[in-house]
Nanobody, 125 residues
Framework: QVHMVESGGRLVQAGDSLTLSCATSVRLFSTYSMAWFRQAAGKEREFVAGITWNGEYTRYADSVKGRFTISRENAKNTAYLLMASLEPEDTAVYYC??????????????????WGQGTQVTVSS
């Protein structure tokens, strides 16, 4: 059974930074692409950032480009999302996701096979 657990979400003020972590129990974690998605209240889940198995390629949503950084530590089966210059519009539940079959950094949530339970990030103005 695969476990993926996000942590690090909390209430912060606009302009603050925050790092989310995603610890997984997936075997061969180092061979799969990972991503972060988010879902704000009343909105659809949206792609935030993705990273290939070796960290060589990353992709970001336009809304977070230049502010967020995705990374991974394969030796620890963990992925991270460093969020800087946070804005109230970043308020959402953040999910990490892993794809077994897709190459690259797909933006479509249906390409991902495993998901965490989510962690709430709230940015106050």
């Amino acid at each position: 059974q695969v476990h993926m657990v996000e942590s690090g979400g909390r209430l912060v003020q606009a302009g603050d930074s925050l790092t989310l972590s995603c610890a997984t129990s997936v075997r061969l974690f180092s061979t799969y692409s990972m991503a972060w998605f988010r879902q704000a209240a009343g909105k659809e889940r949206e792609f935030v950032a993705g990273i290939t198995w070796n960290g060589e390629y990353t992709r970001y949503a336009d809304s977070v480009k230049g502010r967020f950084t995705i990374s991974r530590e394969n030796a620890k089966n963990t992925a991270y999302l460093l969020m800087a210059s946070l804005e109230p519009e970043d308020t959402a539940v953040y999910y990490c996701a892993l794809t077994i079959g897709a190459a690259g950094t797909p933006q479509y949530s249906g390409e991902y096979d495993y998901w965490g339970q989510g962690t709430q990030v709230t940015v106050s103005s």
